[in-house]
């Protein structure tokens, strides 16, 4: 029986991407790893929303990616290794009225809410992830860790405690 998790898109863009800074060298190298450690799981299969296949596609666009590149990529996401959840406008409603309440943009909603009930774990590297909005529909794993990585901001590594 496989179980379903969701790969938040950071991670998916520094598995794919090259490094470009040296200090990130190591973000990239764990994202990849463990990527690639879940692709070749048989007993695994990764849930990601109609958005999320839309949001990873853009981050690989924007990073220089191959446009033949994305494209086998998205041939990819259509077979057995993936579930796509297209995204219910009630799902949107509630993402909008917890996005005002958390101040946590609603792109990290429209990856997860749509896959309440199907993952059972989400990997990200986002602090955001952390909020009681996001662990109510799984349990949270940062595989990139102790780095943290936040949207429209600089990766930061925590330390040991």
Known sequence: ????????????HFAL????????????????TFLSSVLSDPNIRVALSSYQVCEILEVLRRSGLSV?????????????KFFIKPIDFTVVICAVK?????NIHIYDYLVVYPLNKIVNRIYSADEHFRHPHFK?????????????????????KTLPT
């Open 136 to 156: 109510r529909i799984a349990e949270i794993d940062n595989p990139l860790s102790p780095w943290i990585i936040t949207e429209g901001r600089r990766p930061t």
């Open 17 to 32: 991407v090259k490094p470009i800074e040296e200090p990130f060298r190591e973000i990239h190298t764990l994202a990849s």
């Open 1 to 12: 029986m496989s179980s379903f998790v969701l790969i938040d898109t950071n991670i998916w």
């Open 98 to 102: 917890d996005s005002a309440k958390s």
């Open 68 to 80: 033949d590149y994305r494209l086998k990529l998205l041939e990819d996401f259509e077979k057995g």
